[in-house]
């Protein structure tokens, strides 16, 4: 499939520094060394070309042999080798895996992701896949609040290749704030991505969009993954599930499907309503109410067929275990770009993997 980027004409580009040039010398100053990209599209035209964004300007580069290069000037941005197979749909269950490494809520905290990630060698010091044939579970959250959430995603991109490869696997599945971002709820982006979006002429959610490189690889990801006897997920499952007597390959399809949606059409339907809000998988917090009823926690095990649930989404201040590790929280506040944990599984062992490297059990 062809890529390109679509210029911005003249006018739009005079529009922009007429607004420019009425901000404060701050905001002028933020403008002029603001770096992001690549973002590359869909054309139907032969030629295929990145954007990127070097100091406040708008540069293009063409792809060659898949890779994209970024122009000089333009700082530490990713230089993505693309995926011919980044938008397969993966099988959302798996037995026999020795290992598996468990994180979330990242949310465009890029640094604090790779000091965690190489103090506990899931990936060397050239950020790299290391982990051999294990299995990576990002908990979603990678949008919002923080400063480099592309540069997260074209690594998680790369790192889907190369765990891949190495006969590993990595499950980024689709939390909150992924769904908000793709229908345009845009409450939560970094100032830096408005200002993006301004010079790139779109719309945030459409440099995601389904015409979009990242965009087609995020929109094959599954929201839930069942691997041996741990359910992986961002929000939780809620008794309502069980009750609706769902599946994880309906659901994971139906979230596939309608997740370009906006919220009134999605609360219009009974189930994507459920699936998308409320008690669902992607927002449900009551394994951290006072009031959670244990027995509904033993009836979810149950109905999956597994030992335990890890989630994302509540923060905690490091990797928690809940109901005698029955629930594991994941969500250790990297999104505010201090530090964080991991949760490393090995042969039925619970870890917690900490930011300098220090493994203890949970």
């Not at 991109?157 to 704030?177: C, E, I, T, V």
């Amino acid at each position: 499939m062809k890529r390109t980027i679509f210029a911005l004409y003249g006018a739009t580009l005079l529009t922009f520094a007429t607004q420019a040039s009425a901000d404060t010398p701050n905001q002028q100053a933020s403008v002029a060394t603001l770096n992001d990209g690549p973002y590359l599209f869909d054309s139907n035209s032969g030629q295929q070309n990145a954007q990127w964004i070097c100091a406040g300007k708008l540069k293009q580069t063409a792809v060659a042999n898949k890779r994209l290069t970024r122009p000089n000037h333009c700082g530490e941005l990713p230089e993505p080798m693309l995926n011919p197979q980044a938008t397969e749909v993966l099988a959302d269950s798996y037995q026999g895996v020795d290992k598996i490494v468990a994180l979330s809520d990242v949310h465009g905290q890029y640094e604090v992701l790779i000091k965690l990630l190489r103090s506990n060698k899931i990936i060397d010091q050239d950020n790299n896949w290391a982990f051999g044939k294990g299995h990576m579970v990002m908990t979603g959250d990678m949008f919002d609040r923080g400063p480099q959430v592309n540069e997260v995603l074209w690594f998680m991109y790369r790192l889907d290749r190369q765990a891949k490869a190495a006969g590993g696997q990595l499950h980024l599945l689709m939390g909150n704030h992924e769904q908000m971002v793709m229908r345009g709820d845009l409450r939560y982006v970094n100032d830096k991505y408005q200002t993006a979006s301004t010079l790139l002429n779109r719309q945030y959610q459409e440099l995601y969009g389904k015409d979009s490189e990242l965009g087609q690889w995020l929109r094959s990801k599954h929201t839930i993954v069942k691997i041996n006897d741990t359910l992986f997920l961002h929000g939780g499952i809620s008794q309502e599930w069980v009750d609706r007597e769902l599946t994880l390959d309906r659901a994971n399809r139906l979230y596939r499907e309608n997740i370009d949606k906006t919220k009134p059409e999605l609360k219009q339907d009974e189930l994507l309503n459920f699936l998308f809000f409320g008690n669902g998988p992607t927002w449900y917090r009551g394994y951290f109410k006072p009031d959670f009823d244990t027995q509904e926690l033993a009836n979810i095990l149950n109905y999956f067929k597994v030992k335990r649930i890890v989630v994302g989404h509540t923060s905690q201040t490091r990797v928690l275990g809940l109901f005698d590790n029955r629930v594991i929280a994941v969500d250790s506040s990297i999104k505010l770009g201090q530090s964080g944990e991991l949760l490393l599984i090995e042969k039925n062992k619970l870890i917690r993997g900490q930011y300098d490297g220090t493994q203890t059990p949970l």
